[in-house]
């Protein structure tokens, strides 16, 4: 974004302006400030700094483009595209409570249709939530696609069972199934969403093909745990990195890429059906060092 | 038993045993280890700084504390300085002589806002025999009046609601009129969640709050937050000056050194923890414990006790 541009060419005037004693006590202090979190933030740090000593890497400008090609380096892991060529490609989306997985789906159901002419179908398997149904239903509207609901408080699994049912019957192009927000170290929520993904597998052997974890940037060192419990339950394939709006950074999913080796690959910058973007390592590097 | 911090500071100074004082070089190893400690549990940066700086001078301005070992020296000065800053207990919240008494909940999307709506009302009735409205005045968000209107219900209270098409300021001022008019003793006012940059919003806060001229107005912040706890806090803090905070989402597992941010920060005390998605699962918030929870040590004063 505009803002973004506006200060990372700020940063680039601050952080290794002068380099003294306090230039890698700066950098840390940025780094830190973003949640990338002591471990991840030394690993940095201290390459950056040992190529800076020995001369490999000389200079403020060269140092910027270093350390921001380190961070990018870390960003970057496995697959960062979801692969939509299963028929129908079926995508759950899992996630601590209020995180944004279900405005998440509003935007990528929207997304899908409008952008890549896909034909979607919503599964409402948070069936706990208070009005969680009623929330889905009304991105189902805003997205125009159609949406698979049971009553609330019934099963999770066997919404998504028949959301997937429906899908394939109906040949849409894109399933996606909408589960209840829930805590990591509740165990019997996990197992429940372990269950809720076999029930999906035995309507569709392969699916669920994605499995989207939400991650709020606000979120601290709490998030590596979330990311680590979630990907035992269900594996889990990408974080979409939601309310990138704000003013947090979302260094988590830097330390989360790189303890875990789970890709970003989605970014959520607002609430309206427009806010998702695929996630892009070099401007989030960027803008993670940006003052 | 011993916990991360404790254990750490106790290794850290175990050739200090028997030698009864600190050195500065000991007491620079053990802050070493705390600022770590508190950086993994989100405590901000810059109130980390501090907080390491207070500790530092009274680790090395203490005597010998009696049969103390060095490492639970540490411990004890730490804790002590954690609790203090957490600040006293809880004091909920005061009634207006002059009922209803107003309640503003505010926070970031998916903070915890309206649980928390539902979870209060809850608790005034049960433990004031209070009779509690609530106010729908979230116009936004898809759903979150049809949510209010159900947990609130849930909750006993009367759900005071106009749909969406009406402006937030304008629902929230009818609300106060039909609690005054239906003599509720207190009314909770629902709202939409904001980003503390969202101009539009914040401003939308500011009128809300001038309209019912709320007796407490409350942050609901995440337990799971980072270090942008303290821009949030201090930017609603500068725009509606809130009274208190709830710690929302306390049943995971994440340290909270976002309420040590918020408290240093802003002054202002927690004065509630939320520990599930049930309405009952809402609670008076103990500074003691919280400052435990964020170093990660589950009995501090036993351990103490012990020595
Ligand atoms: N500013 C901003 N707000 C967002 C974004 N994504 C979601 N939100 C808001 O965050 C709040 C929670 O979003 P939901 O989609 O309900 O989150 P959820 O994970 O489905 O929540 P539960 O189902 O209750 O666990 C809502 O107010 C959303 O409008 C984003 O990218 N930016
Ligand atoms: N585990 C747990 N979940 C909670 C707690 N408080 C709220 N939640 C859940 O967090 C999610 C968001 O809660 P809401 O009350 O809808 O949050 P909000 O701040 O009103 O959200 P917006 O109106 O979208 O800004 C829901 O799934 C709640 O059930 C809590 O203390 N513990
Ligand atoms: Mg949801
Ligand atoms: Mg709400």
Redesign the interface.
């Given at each position: 974004s505009k803002t973004r541009e506006a200060l990372t060419s700020e940063i680039q005037a601050t952080l290794f302006d002068t380099l003294d004693e306090e230039t890698w006590e700066r950098l840390e202090?940025a780094l830190?400030?973003?949640?990338v979190?002591?471990r991840t933030t030394a690993g940095v740090v201290g390459q950056l700094e040992q190529e800076a000593t020995s001369g490999q890497v000389e200079g403020g400008p060269a140092l910027q483009e270093r350390l921001i090609e380190l961070l990018a380096g870390i960003a970057k892991t496995g697959t960062d595209t979801i692969d939509l060529r299963h028929e129908p490609t079926v995508i759950m989306a899992v996630g601590?409570?209020?995180?944004?997985k279900t405005t998440t789906i509003?935007k990528l159901a929207w997304h899908l249709q409008r952008e890549l002419g896909k034909t979607v179908l919503l599964g409402a398997a948070d069936t706990?939530?208070?009005?969680?149904v009623?929330?889905l239903?009304?991105?189902a509207e805003?997205a125009g696609c159609d949406i698979v609901t049971g009553p609330e408080g019934s099963d999770p699994g066997a919404v998504a069972f028949d959301a997937v049912a429906q899908g394939r019957e109906r040949g849409v192009d894109v399933v996606i199934i909408d589960t209840a927000g829930r805590?990591?170290?509740?165990e019997d929520l996990m197992n429940e969403l372990a269950k809720v993904r076999r029930v999906i597998g035995k309507q569709m052997p392969d699916a669920p093909h994605e499995t989207l974890l939400t991650i709020?940037?606000?979120?601290?060192?709490?998030?590596v745990?979330?990311a680590k419990l979630f990907s035992e339950a269900v594996p889990v394939d990408g974080i979409v990195l939601t309310?990138l709006?704000?003013?947090?950074k979302g260094?988590?999913a830097l330390a989360i890429a790189g303890e875990l080796q789970i890709p970003v690959k989605l970014i959520g910058i607002g609430?309206t059906l427009e806010d998702l973007r695929p996630f892009d390592a070099d401007d989030f590097a960027r803008a993670l060092v940006a003052p | 038993m011993f916990d991360a911090l404790a254990e750490k500071l106790q290794e850290t100074l175990s050739d200090v045993r028997g030698r009864g004082t600190l050195t500065e070089d000991d007491v620079n190893k053990a802050m070493r280890e705390i600022r770590?400690a508190l950086?993994?549990?989100?405590v901000?940066?810059k109130v980390v700084k501090q907080f390491t700086q207070t500790v530092k001078e009274r680790c090395l301005g203490a005597g010998v504390l009696g049969q103390l070992n060095p490492g639970q020296q540490v411990v004890k000065i730490v804790n002590e300085e954690l609790t203090a800053l957490m600040g006293g207990s809880s004091a909920g919240i005061t009634f207006s002589p002059r009922p209803p008494t107003v309640v503003l909940m505010a926070g970031?999307?998916?903070?915890?806002k309206t649980t928390a709506t539902a979870k209060l009302a809850r608790h005034l009735k049960e433990a004031h025999g209070s009779s509690v409205a609530v106010a729908a005045c979230d116009v936004?968000?898809?759903?979150?009046v049809?949510?209010l209107?159900?947990?609130g219900t849930?909750a006993g209270a009367a759900v005071y609601e106009q749909g969406t098409d009406k402006d937030p300021v304008d629902i929230a001022r009818w609300a106060l009129d039909r609690a005054k008019t239906e003599g509720k003793d207190v009314l909770i006012v629902d709202t939409s969640g904001r980003?503390?940059?969202d101009e539009r919003l914040m401003q939308e806060l500011k009128d809300i709050r001038k309209a019912v001229k709320p007796h407490a107005i409350l942050l609901v912040v995440?337990a799971?937050?980072?270090?942008?706890?303290v821009?949030?806090s201090e930017q609603f803090a500068e725009a509606v000056d809130f009274d208190g905070v709830v710690m929302s989402?306390l049943?995971?597992?994440?340290?909270g050194?976002?309420a040590l941010s918020v408290k240093a920060v802003t002054g202002k005390p927690i004065l509630f923890a939320s520990v599930g998605?049930k309405l009952d699962q809402f609670e008076p918030f103990h500074p003691d414990r919280m400052a435990q929870r964020i170093l990660g040590m589950g009995d501090v004063l036993s351990l103490i006790e012990k020595a």
């Open positions: 202090e830190i400030m973003a949640d979190g002591a601590v409570n209020g995180t944004g509003g706990f939530r208070a009005a969680a009623e929330q239903t009304r991105w805003r805590l990591h170290n509740q709020d940037s606000t979120t601290g060192q709490n998030g745990r979330q309310k709006d704000g003013t947090a260094g988590i609430e | 770590l950086l993994e549990a989100d901000n940066f970031l999307q998916g903070s915890g936004y968000r898809p759903a979150a049809e949510q209107v159900k947990v849930q980003l503390h940059i995440d799971m937050t980072g270090q942008d706890a821009n949030v989402k049943d995971g597992d994440a340290r050194g976002a998605e």
